[in-house]
């Protein structure tokens, strides 16, 4: 197919799961696409917690984002930050004082961790959304158990192995049932003052359940498998406070030196760009073609949308979504440059997956549930199945096998300070 | 065996080539060991090279220390940064407050990157000693191949395609190679606006020749091979000054972006806190045994000293030097508890070896010289060999097969910084 001399630009802002599904799909179209992101990687989030808990390396998670589109000569990727929109002048603007034309505009910027007004809490519960986030806890919890080991006075020693995650979504479950093992089989034999599997793991929920997105006899399943791993949960119980020395929760004050924070986010700036509607959480509300109210050349996807188009409930904030929103985008484009038009996006739900401990899992496919090892089995395959890579399939195999038949977790470093670091 | 009750306390200060390795060959022995370290892993440095340069992730080449001697209870891993040591009361004194009695001491405390008198050259000049040195060395080569293809101004693009490598020891001959290989078979594909091709690679050295260290004829090997792969050979050429602009050496200024130091190191601060002598670069000198001079329970090994004991030429700062002197300090001790003496320290020199670039090395088994090919096979396998553990092995060798069959290399993160960085 040539392209014509003077063909219609897209923009892409975000390089996750929805913006390059629609760079992919826009293969083969009539168009030029300049791709935008302030990172050089495409990161594969839903394993990001198995980063932050030493069990795989930075690199096993994440690509070039280059590299991915180096066979699509028609794409260009720009490592710049996106500092507005002027959609007037159908211009996108950048930190660094330059701008890029477009004649349609794709905005898959994604979210970050919310404090819920309380911000100040992120130094303290630091949250898991990029890498260097996951190297920090990482960090955090390696030095504590470090610190521990050090440490004389018994309660002192108590809040240095007491770790707590608020909020029991699938990363707060995930990052507990794995905490729990790392203690349980990984460290035990390394320390020679403590007991790490004393470690005391508490996860605290402010609803009524964990896996809220899940059945309840799967969210009932999930908690007893975490609890029979150790792991305190805590339901229908608010954070009040976060402090370098713990958590107040339900009036009751947890002393603990590890604090994560798995309980909300808020959408990229994308809806202050536009100056457009958006809910609480800096959702931008989008039209059933996913375009932005009033701007009809300008698409919304991904984490930084709400959507209602799942039998009128809120599609869920997950790869595989942003990734059906991708594609309806660039299906779109395509139909629009035919001068077609597609019918509204509906999104399908394949189902809910996640994992517990070290051999356990949740999914839920609708007609079907599983639970236990057969569901960890599927979650496993399926996860490497959607890695990026024959090279990153074999190496986080690799890596699991050797978690799994031997609790050696590959990626125990303390990087980014020396014993100096205060924590 | 079975311990005294009150046994003999040795600590060791490193857990580097040296001190790892005394601890290792103290197996058995009656005594009670405490090792101390400011990091939490054992890092391989010499391919350390190799994280710079985006081809093997971090977890690849380091191991945390107590997982390694997790089945030495006798051994206690302190994660603590040391301040000094009194002599007169046997104890060493932590940064923390906290102090370790001993009735012998291993210093084994390395060295770090030297810039003779220019400490303000290191902001624009990283070295390459620790994990974050390489991440730091590998964010500033790939933000500079992101920059040059946003740059329009054609100097100013020049200068962010000019790589500059100070030193041409092993460290410096093997990141021009490999920085080489980077830009000519790994990177073209992936930019659009620049020609990664064409990006300029020199190694400036103040003395004659590359690989100092080796045969006449291995150098002049090295360098034709570094020249056939485009790299320029500055020699006899000191630095005077460096930048964040560029490099000025032999009267010339060179504008480049990216400047990497390779060119000296200087000991830890063991000669400092013992007040003991010292050479120029802060190298304990050290008695025949290996003991400190007038401290005759104090051993020191590895980079931190200086010790004639190879035909009277210096010991080089290589890994197989520190382990074989670790190896002594571990039997000397032995020997002193059974009421014997080792004779002297002799160092055995197995060979010396260097990659050039991604099929190239050469090797030095004194009357045995090898280059080209065959010498880079044996390169590799030597460093998968000398790996810690068969998981690594593979990994490494994964990483490796896919450098060598498909250019890709898996660690090209730029983290710890978005698009924001200067640089």
Known sequence: ??????????????????????????????????????RNHHLFQPLLY????????????????????????????????????DAASRRVLLEDGGEVNYDTLVLATGARHAYF????????????????DATTVRRRILVAFERAERETDPVRRAARLTFVIIGAGP?????????????RDTLPRDFRNI?????????????????????????????ASLERLGVEVMLGQPVTECTRDGVVYGGKTLAAKTIIWA????????????????DRACRLQVEPDLTV?????????????????????????????????????????????????LPPFRYKHAGSLAQIGKRLAVIDFGRIKLRGAIAWWIWGIAHIYFLIGLRNRLAVAMSWLWIHARDQRAARLITQGSSKVTG
Do not use: C
Request: net charge neutral; no cysteine; proline share 7%.
């Open 195 to 223: 007991d790490t599997r004393k470690a005391r793991v508490v996860l605290i929920e402010a609803g009524p359940r964990v896996l809220a997105g899940f059945p309840d006899d799967l969210s009932a399943y999930a908690q």
């Open 117 to 132: 007004g309380h911000d100040e809490w992120e130094q303290w519960a630091p949250g898991l959304k990029t890498l260097e």
């Open 50 to 85: 198995q980063v932050a808990t030493a069990s795989l390396a930075t690199s096993e998670i994440a690509w070039p984002i280059r590299y991915l589109l180096r066979n699509r000569p028609e794409v260009t990727t720009l490592f710049a930050t996106v500092s507005g929109v």
């Open 293 to 341: 109210p009033g701007h009809p050349d300008i698409f919304a996807i991904g984490d930084t949308v709400t959507i209602s188009a799942w039998n009128g409930k809120p599609v869920p904030g997950i790869a595989p979504a942003a990734k059906q929103e991708g594609r309806y985008v660039a299906e779109s484009i395509k139909a629009r440059l035919r001068g077609e038009k």
């Open 263 to 278: 309980a909300g986010v808020r959408a990229s700036r994308a809806a202050e760009w536009l100056g457009a509607p958006a």
């Open 1 to 38: 197919m040539t392209t014509p001399s003077n063909p219609h630009q897209v923009v892409i802002v975000g390089a996750g799961f929805g913006g390059l599904e629609a760079t992919y799909r826009l293969a083969g179209a009539p168009v030029r696409i300049t791709l935008i992101d302030r």
């Open 171 to 183: 990363t707060g479950v995930e990052l507990a049932g794995t905490i729990a093992d790392l203690a």
